[in-house]
């Protein structure tokens, strides 16, 4: 049994497969796998080794010292790495140390970069990120006219190469939405006086996984999924994530904690938003929102049904669908396991995973939390905390514990592989 009474098990060939999946939805185009916020809660390094196994050439991460954490293990003949999150100070020169490619996102950002450039010798291979509608970060079309000279000038100086031009959407998870054309006709003309005036750009980028999956118009050169890459759908109106040829890589679960008969008209956890309508078995799961199970998910009967779990499946399928009794708390919540529960403490419940979902009583999928706490998919992996251990399954011998999670995912991983 495992030092901690819960983990994310990371399928490392489901990462592979769905890189794949999106490289034939993107034949022209090559794939950056989005691998920031610790790659969606899998787990930095092992989940980039997965997706250079299944083809991507690129890695895209936002801040920098994920980059830097990435490139100690992945060698540049691996993949390239782009990272576009910084504020001023950040370290840049240890960056192209690393041969990391940076976004410039603004005036002082270029400063910056040329300053980091000269001061380690290096070229720093630059993508200029434009906001082309999104209002986000990036360079306003009229920001970019501005810094284009000097840009221009820091590449024929040989302080930066300009690469890059790219962008990202507002709407691509509605694909119908008139901002995706419209943006991208905003891109089409910046690409093109970027290049009039001069840059010989190797990658203009534009597509997250929505439109990776959508809009075979937004590929251009470079795609970069992140959500996708980890099995998940970020257009759920659209069918499952199967519908796409994609599997979800984590599957979270828990063993029981305590087990034990309670009286009809018991309330359950704080607040009592729960309370039993028969003499009936309670099932305490070891995980909370500090965990990332999100309070929002609790199960306020009659008015909200919380988010849903499979207990006592085995290999062979079965199962039965329950629902988060009460409130979730800091660590732990409850479940009703019905008057005639078999269920006992250590039995393994399973929160979300690759299963055909909550509708069909099949595993829950991370999208059914997501409908169960309000809130998206991206948001359910990526706050699955620390302290729960990562276990990887498939993927190569090579593939190590994240670097977030606690030194007891090294001795599960062992576990599991052995
Ligand atoms: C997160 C992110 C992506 C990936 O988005 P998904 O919707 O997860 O595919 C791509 N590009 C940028 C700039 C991002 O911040």
Redesign the pocket.
């Known amino acids: 049994m495992s030092t901690f009474p819960a983990r994310a098990v990371v399928n490392l060939d489901a990462i592979a497969g769905n890189v794949r999946a999106l490289a034939d939805y993107a034949p022209t185009a090559q794939v950056m796998a989005?691998v920031?916020a610790d790659a969606?809660g899998h787990g930095l390094v092992p989940s980039a080794q997965a997706a250079i196994a299944g083809g991507a050439r690129w890695l895209?991460v936002?801040q920098v010292p994920e980059a830097i954490a990435l490139r100690a293990a992945v060698p540049a003949s691996a993949a390239r790495v782009l990272t576009?999150l910084y504020a001023p100070g950040a370290p840049l020169a240890a960056a192209l140390e690393a041969d990391v490619d940076l976004s410039v996102h603004a005036g002082w950002a270029l400063a910056e970069v040329v300053a980091a450039a000269r001061e380690t010798g290096r070229v720093a291979r630059v993508h200029l990120k434009v906001d082309t509608g999104l209002g986000r970060n990036g360079l306003t079309p009229t920001d970019l006219e501005a810094l284009l000279p000097d840009a221009l000038r820091a590449q024929s100086e040989g302080a930066v190469e300009l690469v890059g031009v790219w962008s990202?959407f507002a709407f691509?998870d509605e694909p119908d939405h008139p901002t995706v054309l419209a943006q991208a006709e905003v891109f089409d003309e910046v690409v093109g006086r970027v290049e009039a005036a001069g840059a010989h750009l190797e990658v203009r980028h534009l597509a997250?996984?929505?439109a990776?999956l959508t809009a075979p118009r937004m590929h251009y050169d470079l795609v970069?999924?992140?959500?996708?890459v980890y099995g998940l759908t970020?257009v759920p109106q659209l069918g499952p994530a199967a519908d796409h040829g994609l599997t979800p890589a984590m599957t979270v679960e828990a063993e029981l904690a305590n087990v034990k008969r309670i009286a009809a008209g018991h309330g359950v956890s704080y607040g009592h938003r729960y309370r039993t309508t028969r003499d009936t078995v309670l099932g305490v799961v070891p995980l909370g929102y500090s965990d990332g199970v999100p309070r929002h998910a609790s199960g306020d009967l009659p008015a909200q049904p919380g988010g849903p779990l499979l207990v006592g499946a085995t290999a062979d399928g079965g199962g039965r669908l329950l629902r988060v009794a009460g409130r979730v708390c800091m660590d732990q919540f409850v479940l009703d396991l019905g008057p005639d529960a078999t269920e006992q403490a250590g039995d393994v419940v399973r929160l979300f995973g690759p299963g055909t979902g909550a509708d069909t009583d099949g595993l829950p999928t991370a999208q059914d939390w997501a409908e169960a706490a309000g809130t998206i998919s991206?948001e359910i992996v990526t706050r699955i905390g620390a302290r729960v251990p990562r276990v990887y399954v498939g993927g190569e011998a090579t593939a190590g514990p994240s670097a977030q999670g606690a030194a007891a995912a090294e001795s599960e991983s062992k576990e599991k592989q052995a």
């Open positions: 989005v920031k969606y895209g936002a576009w990202h691509a997250n996984s929505a990776t970069r999924p992140g959500l996708a970020p991206y």
